[in-house]
């Protein structure tokens, strides 16, 4: 018990004394999975919309694809990348290996299922007639799509906050791409396995509260902005 | 055009990636594939500084276990190996993956248990003997059980005793790493074998004591391996021969040595370069 109380008491030393490594960490981490979250969004969005307005052969397996993706472990991301970041690999030559870069790569991948489920649910949630209700209207197809996906901003806001919460959680990808190199791609997950191995509960306990902190404060962001506006 | 637009972000993640592109090998980086208990020990953290301080390359650590580690470099995928597993290094040798393997240091494993010490374990010379008495006395004894180069030295200290202890009563498995297996044998009062490292970093919250060190069977020798550059165009071989000069010249030696005095009144690892092999064994 007294480590927790322990971890508490430094992870508030540290923010105020403004540590610099644990800022440092606390930024990095925030930039790499908010980077794969947009990433995500830029994919998932679009690819979620045409899956579920369209109608094509295949539909259902790339649907069930999707569905399987939301649930992709992080350490399979991890280790396929790695091998094809490897610089004998096939992406060798990019030298992304042990870099940040990497690691956002990694998170997209986690990300992009989870946003474009969201996404195709959220959709299909619509009711159907809406969609004939605006093209009467007289709407083009551009402005059909920004007023279904206006409509569906609290499954799409859902899905920012659901893919976020998995990337900055996660840590097995984060470590083999990544690796943990001091003030290169230590993020708050990796360097808390890292002081929880070296013994050191205290330093871990408290960059654990710290990303939980962090979680929550971006998580109020985002759920301010889901809930704000008329009606729900 | 409006087709166009969905069209446009597989291209600009195409851009995205492009733009973290790095181009061809970099001759100042160079990749450490090591153990975990380099890395967990804190040792990376004052060695690479000083290296790369000394030398001008930027060294990339990847702490993985032994077996990934020298998987790594006989793939070409790193450079230089710190490791601790010698009978797989000197496969890896002679299979003509490394150019050259030199001694670097060793840290050593110690059997903790409760200060009342009802096996005995004490009064033991021998590991072996120690185990022999453990088994005699039925005291409950806490295994890692999860493979780890710990728990497989565990396995081979008790064949070497000649005792089978799977499945005993006393012989406790708990699954997890080592800090985990300490609390466990805190908790339960039995012995463990742990790495000294581990145990001096969580002395203070536990009620056990060392009851056996010294033995040579219970040393942990790490040695530094330069990849054979012959592999691929990327591995850097001056940057691995730097290295590894580095690790075996007076000033690392010297930081080896005095590692770990400040926090736990003694150091982890003890400096062995260039003494003789088989005064270790």
Redesign the interface.
Same mark, same amino acid.
């Given at each position: 018990m007294d480590l927790i109380w322990d971890g508490l008491r430094q992870s508030f030393w540290l923010l105020v004394r403004g540590d610099a490594r644990v800022y440092e960490i606390m930024l990095r981490s925030l930039l790499a999975s908010g980077a794969a979250t947009l990433?995500a969004l @830029?994919?998932g969005v679009?690819a979620g919309t045409?899956l579920a307005l369209r109608r094509f052969p295949g539909r259902a397996l790339v649907l069930s694809a999707v569905h399987s993706g939301m649930g992709l472990p992080p350490v399979v991301v991890g280790l396929v990348l790695s091998v094809l970041f490897?610089?004998?690999g096939p992406l +060798? =030559?990019? +030298?992304?290996l042990?870099t940040v870069?990497a690691i956002v790569?990694a998170q997209t991948v986690i990300a992009t299922p989870i946003v474009t489920g969201f996404t195709v649910a959220g959709i299909q949630a619509l009711d159907p007639r809406l969609r004939l209700q605006i093209l009467a209207l007289g709407a #083009?197809?551009?402005q059909l799509l920004w007023l279904l996906l206006k409509e569906a901003r609290l499954p799409l806001m859902a899905a920012v906050i659901a893919a976020f919460g998995a990337v900055i959680s996660e840590v097995g990808a984060a470590i083999q791409v990544g #690796?943990?190199?001091?003030g290169e791609t230590e993020l708050l997950t990796t360097a808390t396995v @890292?002081a929880?191995?070296? +013994? =050191?509960f205290g330093l871990a306990f408290a960059l654990s509260v710290i990303l939980l902190a962090l979680v929550f404060c971006v998580n109020a962001v985002f759920t301010l902005i889901q809930q704000r506006g008329p009606r729900p | 055009m409006r087709r166009l637009l969905p069209a446009l972000f597989p291209v600009l993640l195409l851009v995205v990636v492009a733009a973290c592109g790095g181009g061809g090998p970099d001759r100042d980086e160079l990749i450490l594939a090591t153990t975990t208990s380099t890395m967990d020990s804190g040792l990376l953290d004052v060695l690479i500084p000083a290296f790369e301080e000394e030398s001008g390359y930027r060294v990339t650590p990847v702490a993985v276990g032994s077996g990934q580690a020298l998987e790594l470099g006989r793939r070409g995928e790193a450079d230089v190996l710190l490791v601790h597993a010698p009978e797989a290094e000197e496969r890896f040798m002679a299979e003509g993956h490394g150019v050259d393997r030199r001694l670097v240091m060793h840290n050593d494993f110690v059997i903790v248990g409760p200060p009342e010490d009802p096996a005995g374990a004490r009064a033991a010379a021998a590991t072996r003997e120690v185990l022999s008495r453990i088994a005699a006395a039925g005291a409950r004894f806490i295994s890692r059980g999860d493979d780890s180069g710990t728990h497989q030295l565990e396995r081979a200290l008790w064949q070497a005793a000649g005792i089978d202890p799977e499945g005993e009563a006393w012989y406790v498995v708990s699954g997890q790493g080592m800090g985990a297996t300490l609390g466990v044998a805190n908790e339960r009062r039995g012995y463990t074998l742990t790495d000294r490292a581990t145990y001096l970093a969580l002395r203070d919250r536990l009620d056990l004591e060392i009851l056996h060190q010294g033995d040579p069977v219970l040393r942990n020798v790490y040695h530094v391996i330069q990849v054979d550059p012959s592999k691929n165009d990327r591995v850097n071989a001056e940057g691995a021969q730097a290295f590894a000069e580095f690790l075996v010249g007076e000033r690392a030696q010297e930081i080896i040595g005095e590692f770990g005095r400040d926090r736990f009144g003694e150091p982890l690892f003890t400096p062995d370069a260039g003494k003789d092999e088989a005064d270790l064994r």
């Open positions: 990433l @830029l994919i679009p045409f490897w610089r004998t +060798g =030559d990019l +030298g992304l042990y870069r790569i #083009s197809r551009l #690796s943990i190199i001091r @890292l929880t191995q070296r +013994g =050191d | -």
